[in-house]
């Protein structure tokens, strides 16, 4: 990143960056579904490869001045970005036997040969953005966002397996206004509302290209100095997501855009020192997040993964003097309520709860830390893709950390 301040009130920031991936996963089991009994589990061994090389430049202009008694900090900026990436995804090697879930015997020998290729493609993003923004200081106690960006997208992909290109282009402004009221200094007020948009591969049936995604969201709050210390946010939200794709009733094989979500809920966040040396991380979720429009599931339905219940804690005591000066102790809790497993709606994922625990000990340079993931052992699930399909959480986990700052 490069920062040239230009005088008290102006300055430019560049900021590029570069990133090559490359990933590659070979021999890897793959379940495709369970029989009818419910614990017989089929699989077959998978290959897979992906690229990407993605490049972004973020130059901006920051100015602070005044029209009267009103104050102005202005940004202006321009965003670029490039992604290209490859995938290759195949179930090349072999059939693997059964295996019973409940009672399972590894290492099998495989029973057959497949030479499936799923996927098999190159895809270019390049993107453009310019934005602005001011933030107006009407009065001491009353402050105004005004911002606006337009985006432009090109974007092709190359199917290697039908032999064909596909190119889609488009544009997009979205505003974003916000406004903050503070009636006694420890208190601030606060509302804002803003836009996005975000690029939809792929065409209709009738060869018509995807709209970008939509969202729009309206959030209002109230952050809250209980000392000098020690802070809380209050906030109530509602963002719609739409131009959502959802399958042609007329044509499975393709999608159209009627398909809109709705997420809205009330987070509460407190933060800061409760004592010295007793610092406090804490946070609670509400979340109702639902389909409301939609050709394949019921409007109403909930989101798949989404909580309706998260609440996390984080504390940690330092002693402050004496001879274990730099001694610290370290407490975490986190919860993840009960969730939907799909979008039908047809099973549910149980909730859980996590302790985590720390010491630590740091003086001038050094810092030693021991720290112990899931203190209890607690078999749990972070993410579900379907009933065969699910991602667990780690079990009992302990990790050391020396180091020293120069």
Avoid at 331 to 356: A, C, I, K, Q
Wanted: glycine content about 8%; cysteine-free; hydrophobic content about 35%.
């Amino acid at each position: 990143m490069i920062r040239q301040q230009f005088s008290e009130n102006w300055s430019l920031r560049n900021d590029f960056r570069v990133a090559f991936e490359r990933g590659s996963d070979n021999d890897q089991s793959f379940f495709v579904g369970l029989d009818e009994d419910g614990r017989t589990a089929n699989r077959v061994t998978y290959s897979s490869e992906s690229a990407a090389n993605i490049y972004n430049l973020t130059a901006d202009v920051l100015g602070r001045f005044s029209t009267g008694s009103v104050q102005h900090q202005l940004l202006f900026g321009m965003n670029w970005s490039l992604l290209d990436n490859f995938n290759n995804f195949g179930i090349d090697l072999a059939e693997l036997a059964p295996l019973d879930i409940y009672d399972p015997v590894y290492r099998q020998p495989p029973i057959g040969r497949i030479d499936t290729v799923f996927e098999d493609n190159s895809r270019q993003t390049n993107s453009f953005g310019i934005y602005l923004q001011d933030q107006i200081a009407i009065a001491d106690n009353l402050k105004l966002l005004l911002g606006g960006r337009f985006d432009l997208f090109e974007q092709r992909i190359d199917d290697f397996l039908s032999d064909t290109e596909d190119t889609q282009s488009g544009n997009a402004f979205t505003p974003r206004v916000g406004i903050v009221y503070q009636p006694i200094p420890a208190i601030s007020l606060y509302a804002s509302y803003s836009q996005s948009f975000n690029p939809t591969e792929g065409r209709s049936a009738t060869g018509e290209v995807f709209e970008p995604e939509r969202g729009t969201q309206y959030e209002i709050g109230v952050k809250a100095d209980l000392n000098d210390q020690l802070a809380a946010t209050l906030a109530l939200y509602n963002l719609t997501r739409s131009n959502l794709l959802t399958v042609d009733p007329d044509d499975s094989r393709f999608s159209i855009q009627t398909g809109e979500q709705r997420s809205q809920g009330i987070e509460l966040d407190l933060s800061g020192e409760i004592l010295p040396g007793w610092n406090l991380i804490a946070g609670y979720a509400y979340t109702d997040a639902r389909i409301t429009e939609d050709n394949t599931f019921e409007s109403g339905n909930r989101l798949a993964n989404a909580p309706e219940h998260l609440f996390n804690l984080w504390t940690t005591y330092e002693i402050q003097s004496g001879d274990l000066r730099g001694l610290g102790f370290g407490l975490g809790l986190f919860y993840v309520g009960e969730r939907t497993g799909d979008l039908d709606n047809s099973f549910e994922v149980p909730g859980y709860l996590r302790t985590d625990v720390a010491l630590f000990y740091r003086r001038d340079r050094l810092r030693v830390a021991l720290n112990i993931r899931n203190l209890f052992d607690e078999n749990y699930f972070v993410s579900v893709s379907g009933r065969d399909s699910v991602l667990r959480g780690d079990p009992f986990t302990i990790s050391g950390t020396v180091s020293w700052e120069f």
